[in-house]
């Protein structure tokens, strides 16, 4: 059946030809790596949104975000161990539940770099206008800051950023190891600046009501949060370079994801306890859509008589520093943001790629767009088609709802690696496993569970752009990738022979095989 083409693991492997690193890493490199990947946009952007959605609440919500991502993060460490190719949650899908379920994942992932790329451009934006306006009393006028979502006509900052990274990574400029250390070191920095100088002006009566919105608003609010989490597959991503990875990758994902949870908590009780964060609501008591034309207009009054609520603000960390008397840090941390803001889209981008690249040599995707400019060696033509769609979203979105559209093809992703995971598990539980994820039959389901609520409390938009994209890629894949796969075609010939294709069996004749493992001596 077509939808059950399935490139076998040794096939992957074989094909890929990757040779063995050498294995360098500790737990605490390990941990410090995915320190740096996951601080990054959503919380120098999204507190504002999550506080709008939750309030105070928004506490709750990095908790319950920081878990689903802890759970799924141990899924896709025993894929990235076994499988130490490029491709992420596209290549093992493809191992395990085919290739119709992979050229989903594959399309979903294009999705979510892309729609990220463009938010945290967005989120650039905000405090590139706020530095400029705080600092240097240049002001951007609003229609030429904001998109038709927030009242204005087109984000030209958020725009320009975009068209100069993409320019960047078809000249195929690069970051240096000691560049991203830095970039790592000032959002560390800046994050712990503003807990040192928020939480001792505390208010306990900022807190009440602790849950203005309900719970729904809380696990809402999470939903957009996870987007603060993302980044956490960089640890994973490194098994083969890992010593002793059955021990340091678990290790180093629960720390790397329990530093960030508490950098997360504190900020936000810097920000609820320092001037307050409850949602702006309508006449009737319901809090306003993030995003929405309604809360612009609103921020917008409560601007012309001289207030600015935190859930009104696009530099929420900066901003809260001014109001607590400390605006030149309050524009340092600006300066942080508008520093390491940019080396994000470009990693977001460069990911974009790396997956149209893995596509593509499946024969899933046009060729076209491998192809490599002939002066700068870079795969210009993948990286200006993606450049277009990047910039007209940030130029015309917010970046909540960016996010929440880069947050809806995450967890299907995400989704599908814990499936993955679980079904190799039965079908193929003899496979050397360098890092295995303890207790399986919790944590996987846990992370499927997880992802599926998660997705159901995005706004509705989002979880309607999500099928909609993924019937456009249907599309794609019945006119073009069913017939070009190289696994139907038997191209990928890792040894010289016909292709390997495992045919997957009912899930009933592994019935006998399914048993607990005994330990290993």
């Known amino acids: 059946?077509?939808?059950?083409?399935?490139?076998?693991?040794?096939?992957?492997?074989?094909?890929?030809?990757?040779?063995?690193?050498?294995?360098?890493?500790?737990?605490?490199?390990?941990?410090?790596?995915?320190?740096?990947?996951?601080?990054?946009?959503?919380?120098?952007?999204?507190?504002?949104?999550?506080?709008?959605?939750?309030?105070?609440?928004?506490?709750?919500?990095?908790?319950?975000?920081?878990?689903?991502?802890?759970?799924?993060?141990?899924?896709?460490?025993e894929l990235s161990s076994m499988v130490p190719v490029s491709g992420s949650a596209y290549t093992y899908s493809y191992a395990v539940l085919g290739e119709f379920v992979a050229w989903m994942v594959g399309w979903a992932l294009i999705l979510e770099y892309s729609v990220a790329a463009g938010a945290v451009a967005v989120g650039w934006s905000g405090y590139f206008v706020g530095l400029l306006n705080n600092s240097l009393g240049i002001e951007i006028p609003y229609a030429l800051a904001n998109g038709p979502f927030a009242g204005g006509i087109i984000n030209l900052p958020a725009?320009?950023?975009?068209?100069?990274?993409?320019?960047?990574?078809?000249?195929?400029?690069?970051?240096?190891?000691?560049?991203?250390?830095?970039l790592v070191a000032v959002k560390i920095a800046a994050l712990t600046a503003f807990i040192a100088l928020a939480i001792p002006v505390v208010n306990m009566d900022n807190f009440q009501p602790f849950l203005p919105l309900g719970t729904s608003g809380v696990v809402a609010a999470a939903a957009s949060i996870f987007f603060a989490y993302v980044g956490f597959d960089a640890v994973s991503t490194a098994a083969e370079e890992t010593k002793d990875p059955q021990r340091n990758i678990p290790i180093?994902?629960?720390?790397?994801?329990?530093?960030?949870?508490?950098?997360?908590?504190?900020?936000?009780?810097?920000?609820?306890?320092?001037?307050?964060?409850?949602?702006?609501?309508?006449?009737?008591?319901?809090?306003?859509?993030?995003?929405?034309?309604?809360?612009?207009?609103?921020?917008?009054?409560?601007?012309?008589?001289?207030?600015?609520?935190v859930v009104c603000s696009r530099e929420a960390l900066a901003h809260v520093l001014r109001e607590i008397g400390w605006e030149k840090i309050g524009n340092l941390l600006g300066l942080a943001a508008f520093l390491a803001l940019p080396s994000v889209i470009l990693m977001m981008l460069f990911g974009q790629t790396r997956i149209f690249f893995v596509m593509s040599r499946d024969?899933?995707?046009?060729?076209?767009?491998?192809?490599?400019?002939?002066?700068?060696?870079?795969?210009?033509?993948?990286?200006?088609?993606?450049?277009?769609?990047?910039?007209?979203?940030?130029a015309f979105l917010p970046v909540g709802k960016l996010a929440d559209i880069s947050n809806s093809g995450t967890l299907f992703a995400f989704m599908v690696v814990a499936l993955t995971v679980m079904l190799l598990r039965i079908r193929d539980r003899h496979r050397h496993r360098p890092f295995r994820t303890p207790a399986i039959w919790l944590v996987g389901p846990l992370a499927v569970s997880g992802c599926v609520t998660l997705f159901l409390f995005l706004p509705t938009n989002a979880k309607l752009v999500f099928p909609v994209w993924t019937g456009i890629g249907l599309i794609f894949y019945f006119l073009y990738g069913y017939r070009k796969s190289h696994v139907a075609r038997g191209i990928d010939t890792p040894s010289g022979g016909e292709n390997i294709i495992e045919p997957i069996r009912p899930l009933a004749d592994y019935r006998d095989e399914i048993e607990p493992e005994k330990p290993k001596d």
């Not at 074989?14 to 390990?30: D, I, M, P």
């Not at 100069?164 to 250390?181: P, Q």
């Not at 995707?365 to 990286?383: A, C, D, G, M, Q």
């Open 159 to 182: 725009a320009i950023i975009c068209v100069l990274v993409v320019g960047l990574l078809v000249i195929g400029t690069r970051e240096s190891a000691a560049f991203n250390a830095a």
């Open 1 to 77: 059946m077509i939808f059950w083409r399935v490139k076998s693991l040794d096939a992957i492997l074989a094909t890929a030809e990757k040779k063995s690193l050498h294995r360098s890493l500790g737990v605490w490199q390990l941990t410090l790596l995915g320190v740096g990947a996951i601080i990054g946009t959503g919380i120098f952007v999204l507190t504002a949104e999550a506080a709008q959605k939750a309030g105070p609440g928004m506490m709750i919500a990095f908790v319950i975000a920081g878990f689903v991502c802890a759970v799924a993060a141990l899924c896709y460490s």
């Open 252 to 309: 180093a994902l629960i720390s790397s994801l329990a530093i960030c949870t508490l950098f997360y908590l504190l900020v936000s009780v810097g920000v609820i306890g320092a001037i307050g964060a409850q949602p702006l609501r309508d006449a009737a008591g319901q809090g306003y859509m993030p995003g929405s034309l309604a809360l612009a207009e609103q921020c917008q009054s409560l601007a012309a008589i001289g207030q600015q609520p």
């Open 363 to 394: 024969g899933l995707l046009p060729e076209v767009l491998s192809r490599i400019h002939t002066r700068f060696k870079t795969p210009h033509i993948v990286t200006m088609v993606t450049g277009v769609g990047v910039t007209i979203a940030a």
